[in-house]
């Protein structure tokens, strides 16, 4: 059995231990003390795990978005958790968002420290070119239209000097992953991308 297993098993164990004490109920009388033992029903462990695992999902899938957005990824779930009530499928979404998150992780370790290279050559991210190129990856409007719509709304038509340096990130590794590096033809092939 492997650790991880062991670990679930253990904690629920202890949830169900818990759950039984607090279920424990001491009545005490002038005459004589009394303790009565009340063991939790079904129902109430049904709907600790539903909690439990409510959470968990919760948790993963709020990780999912911030790492999908980082990414240039729209990944907009819904809160599919709060509309169900069987912790054997709350268990499974769990399992499929963990899945979710270790393949954006992965994604943003090959990627990222590219992007952070071609930044490094490019210059600062409020950088302003004449020629009409702005922010860390010296991004021209018609990039700025096509990969970063969202980024030019959400900062009022800002060009990218206004972007804050992970949205800037974002729109750039959006593109990469369609395009790869050919928009940073000099930088990325001091780099050694191209």
Same mark, same amino acid.
């Given at each position: 059995?492997?650790?991880?297993? @062991?670990?679930?098993? !253990?904690?629920?164990? /202890?949830? =169900?231990?818990?759950?039984?004490?607090?279920?424990?109920? $001491? #009545?005490? %009388?002038?005459?004589?003390?009394?303790?009565?033992?009340?063991?939790?029903?079904?129902?109430?462990?049904?709907?600790?795990?539903?909690?439990?695992?409510?959470?968990?999902?919760?948790?993963?899938?709020? @990780?999912?978005?911030? !790492?999908?957005?980082? /990414?240039? =990824?729209?990944?907009?779930?819904?809160?599919?958790?709060? $509309? #169900?009530? %069987?912790?054997?499928?709350?268990?499974?979404?769990?399992?499929?968002?963990?899945?979710?998150?270790?393949?954006?992780?992965?994604?943003?370790?090959?990627?990222?420290?590219?992007?952070?290279?071609?930044?490094?050559?490019?210059?600062?991210?409020?950088?302003?070119?004449?020629?009409?190129?702005?922010?860390?990856?010296?991004?021209?409007?018609?990039?700025?239209?096509?990969?970063?719509?969202?980024?030019?709304?959400?900062?009022?038509?800002?060009?990218?000097?206004?972007?804050?340096?992970?949205?800037?990130?974002?729109?750039?590794?959006?593109?990469?992953?369609?395009?790869?590096?050919?928009?940073?033809?000099?930088?990325?092939?001091?780099?050694?991308?191209?």
């Amino acid at each position: 059995m492997s650790p991880k297993r @062991r670990f679930c098993i !253990l904690r629920k164990a /202890l949830l =169900i231990a818990v759950l039984m004490l607090a279920a424990t109920v $001491h #009545t005490a %009388s002038a005459e004589d003390t009394t303790t009565t033992t009340t063991t939790p029903t079904a129902q109430e462990l049904h709907r600790a795990a539903v909690r439990e695992w409510r959470g968990k999902v919760r948790h993963r899938r709020l @990780r999912a978005q911030y !790492l999908a957005a980082g /990414l240039g =990824i729209n990944y907009r779930p819904g809160r599919i958790e709060m $509309h #169900t009530r %069987s912790p054997e499928y709350l268990r499974w979404i769990a399992g499929r968002l963990r899945h979710r998150n270790h393949r954006y992780m992965a994604i943003r370790h090959r990627r990222i420290p590219k992007l952070l290279c071609i930044h490094s050559h490019e210059g600062s991210w409020t950088a302003y070119n004449p020629a009409g190129y702005y922010g860390g990856f010296q991004m021209d409007w018609s990039f700025m239209r096509h990969w970063g719509a969202d980024k030019l709304h959400k900062y009022g038509g800002h060009d990218a000097r206004s972007w804050s340096p992970r949205d800037q990130i974002a729109v750039a590794s959006r593109a990469a992953s369609h395009i790869g590096f050919g928009p940073w033809p000099n930088t990325a092939a001091m780099c050694g991308l191209l």
